[in-house]
DNA sequence: ATGGCCAATTTTATTGGA
């Protein structure tokens, strides 16, 4: 029986991030760490602060947006990026590693901009691309989706869920997609050990003290196939990273299993 | 209460984010 700790962190660029992630590997030391929104390109990308701590770290990220990362502790069996038949920009947003005993899977979904938008139709492709591809992986066995969904699944993940209903991140149709996952075999991880309110992982940096009137969003998740969601001890939003000095929006998500 | 912020690039404005 061993711990296994992954999280998962929308970091806003890396590279304004640094101090941040060093804290988080020193502090948490996760066995998987999984970013999004790296915005830098892969030569540009400080693979040093993981390499330096023992961590291998597979990259893949572009120019100003977009981009995904994951650092692992020991031999990645397998990796892709992107969908097998997807669209142009899936690469930057979609990571697979195959791990010893679970394929991993590291996404930045599409936020959509707005229900009448192109872009809002991508999201809604790509969360339904995303299902089938956990299908897929499950032929293998157990699947860890983790990253930035984009998505508030319930009432109980938004403030105000009221006047959000056409809004791309709580819009029934991508709550309905998020439930595909779930349909898909995944389990609710974080839920399954954080039932209450106001459990947020993102504060608009707009919204006047968002951090601490607790106004937010919960949109990065930890999602398991079932037998490794049985085997999940904890989970937690670390918000104390929010909290400090030049902050992603975005809070790290934990998740401790035993397996 | 979605902007008043923040980060990046096309930088002393614009764009994207959620």
């Known amino acids: 029986m061993s711990i296994f700790k992954v999280v998962t962190f929308n970091v806003n660029s890396i590279k304004a991030r640094v101090p941040i992630v060093e804290a988080l590997l020193d502090r948490e030391g996760p066995d998987v760490l999984c970013l999004q929104e790296t915005k830098t390109v892969d030569r540009e990308f400080p693979r040093e602060i993981f390499e330096a701590r023992g961590y291998r770290v597979l ?29 142009e920009m899936d690469p930057y947003r979609l990571l697979g590693v195959r791990l010893d005993g679970m394929w991993l899977v590291n996404c930045y979904v599409p936020q959509g901009k707005e229900i009448d938008h192109p ?17 897929e992986l499950e032929g293998d066995g157990e699947v860890l989706l983790v990253g930035d969904l984009n998505v508030a699944p319930t009432e109980a993940d938004v403030t105000n869920p009221k006047n959000k209903a056409d809004h ?62 049985d085997r999940s001890v904890d989970s937690a939003v670390l918000r104390d990273y929010r909290a400090m000095e030049r902050p992603s929006d975005h809070g790290p998500v934990m998740g401790v299993f035993e397996l």
Request: glycine content about 12%; charged content about 30%; aromatic content about 12%.
């Open 168 to 229: 791309v991140c709580f819009h029934r149709d991508v709550r309905e997609a998020f439930e595909g996952l779930l349909g898909a075999g995944l389990v609710d991880v974080f839920r399954r050990h954080r039932p209450g309110e106001g459990e947020f992982s993102f504060w608009d940096y707009r919204v006047k003290g968002a951090l601490e009137r607790n106004i937010g969003w919960r949109i990065d998740h930890i999602l398991a196939t079932r037998g490794l969601a």
């Open 59 to 87: 990259v893949r990220g572009m120019k100003a947006y977009n981009g995904v990362a994951a650092a692992i502790r020991g031999e990645e069996l397998e990796s892709f990026a992107g969908f097998p038949s997807g669209e």
């Open 119 to 135: 872009d809002y139709a991508y999201k809604l492709r790509f969360l339904s691309r995303l299902a089938e591809l956990v299908r």
